[in-house]
């Protein structure tokens, strides 16, 4: 009886802890600070796959980001439209914004949320990679406009203020947003963004759900090092410095062949580079006179220009650094304190290589043949006009003019031509 009472009573135990866990309710948690683009696409795709996967009651996206790539905004908008888990944007910590893409993200979630001392806006397109006409222009714009009011349509927020901030970059802070109802609430934290939304309604594409997020477990979605890695890449100075990095191991590699490293460090920093390149708005006019400041640099250690293959190499080196990310966004440009101090570095370097590859050219010679013309040495024996010479720590056979009258033994020569191995002197 004893153990049939243990037995009941365990079971008890285990059912209440089951149904305690059960009932515990998590909440994922995933970070985007920076410019919106194919990686912060994927970060974000992969979070509410995870958080529909973990059977969560909603996604928490913490955002701060000056604007980005349209695909990668469009991307985004798409997978919170269409996701099968809540998804929460707020915009903090204090100090944060959400500009550009940023507006059409934040509109687009189940529910939008500031932090206070946040700013929300200015959401003009802008041309990336070049520029465009004024009829192109309008019809960006008018695009844009049609995109941002479906999305605000369809989540019932302010879809004529969402209409400004595309046509006349209007910027608001978090009341003013939330007086709006451009957002749906602000809050201190995520804890008390948690506590706030806790039994809203949110519709999903599977139909209506109830948050129940209070004292829920918050599960921070932490992103894996590859994707921080490729974050860091498609910073566009890292991309610039990369590719910089690449074209001088290549240089060195084609220039001393079989120094293997610099080769193999290039070739790495260039696939590096390619990458990042696939995820910023690249001139490719700007990567071509890149290109061609390469080859130049390359042939100038093949073919002798006297430098004028090196100049043409770092006037298309500058040039191309200008024009390879020609965007109006401050955060879509390489510094330019970069590009002055990689073309210069560049310059000096290469100036250095051919300043010393002159000088070596005009140096006078003092091997071979050549380098005995000019020489001094001493008679060993009487040339007339055929003898022994001592020159250079060397013994050997000399003629003089037979008209010169000959050079007796022991005195002074200088030697003026050489022919099969018979050196041509005179008396100094």
């Known amino acids: 009886m ?11 135990i285990l059912s209440f802890v089951s149904l305690l866990f059960s009932a515990t309710k998590s909440v994922d948690l995933v970070t985007i600070d920076g410019a919106i683009s194919p990686i ?23 955002l701060n980001t000056p604007g980005g790539l349209d695909e990668s905004m469009r991307q985004i908008t798409r997978d919170i439209l269409n996701s099968d888990v809540p998804v929460v944007i707020y915009v903090g910590p204090s100090g944060s914004r959400a500009a550009s893409a940023g507006v059409f993200i934040t509109l687009a979630a189940h529910i939008a949320a500031m ?11 802008v041309s990336i990679g ?10 960006v714009t008018n695009d844009a406009v049609a995109y941002i009011k479906s999305i605000a349509t369809k989540r019932g927020r302010n879809a004529n203020w969402a209409e400004q901030a595309v046509r006349k970059s209007v910027s608001i802070t978090e009341y003013e947003a939330l007086k709006d109802s451009v957002i749906d609430l602000v809050a201190n934290n995520v804890r008390d ?59 060195f590699e084609l220039s001393n062949p079989g120094s293997i490293l610099p080769g193999v460090v290039g070739g790495i920093c260039l696939i590096l580079a390619i990458f990042a390149f696939q995820a910023l708005p690249i001139n490719y006019a700007g990567m071509l006179l890149m290109i061609l400041a390469i080859i130049l640099f390359i042939a100038e250690v093949k073919v002798v220009s006297h430098g004028l293959l090196t100049i043409g190499g770092i006037i298309s ?12 966004e ?14 210069l570095g560049t310059a000096l370097f290469f100036l250095f290589a051919v300043g010393m590859g002159l000088k070596a050219q005009m140096k006078k010679v003092t091997t071979g043949d050549k380098g005995m013309i000019g020489k001094i040495g001493q008679a060993r024996t009487e040339l007339k006009p055929e003898g022994y010479v001592f020159v250079r720590g060397e013994l050997w056979k ?17 030697v003026i031509g050489i022919e099969n191995l018979i050196l041509k002197v005179t008396k100094t």
């Open 115 to 125: 932090a206070p001392g946040t700013n929300i806006g200015a959401a003009h397109p």
């Open 398 to 414: 000399a003629e003089c003019d037979p008209q010169s009258g000959g050079i007796e033994k022991g005195e002074k020569v200088k």
């Open 130 to 139: 070049g520029q465009i006409d004024s009829t192109m222009q309008e019809k």
């Open 2 to 12: 004893k153990k049939r009472a243990f037995a009941y009573i365990l079971i008890i």
């Open 193 to 251: 963004l948690l506590d706030k939304i806790d039994g809203r309604k949110v519709e999903l594409p599977s139909g209506e759900k109830v948050l129940n997020t209070k004292n829920a477990l918050v599960q921070r979605i932490n992103i894996g090092w590859w994707d921080n890695i490729l974050q860091i890449i498609a910073n566009p100075t890292i991309a610039y410095i990369l590719f910089t990095l690449a074209m001088w191991g290549l240089f």
């Open 40 to 62: 912060t696409a994927r970060i974000i795709t992969n979070a509410i796959k995870s958080a529909s996967d973990d059977g969560s009651e909603a996604l928490v996206i913490e």
């Open 317 to 328: 080196m500058i040039l191309g650094s200008l024009m390879l990310i020609n965007s109006p």
């Open 330 to 343: 401050p955060y879509m440009r390489v510094s330019l304190t970069v590009v002055v101090t990689v073309t």
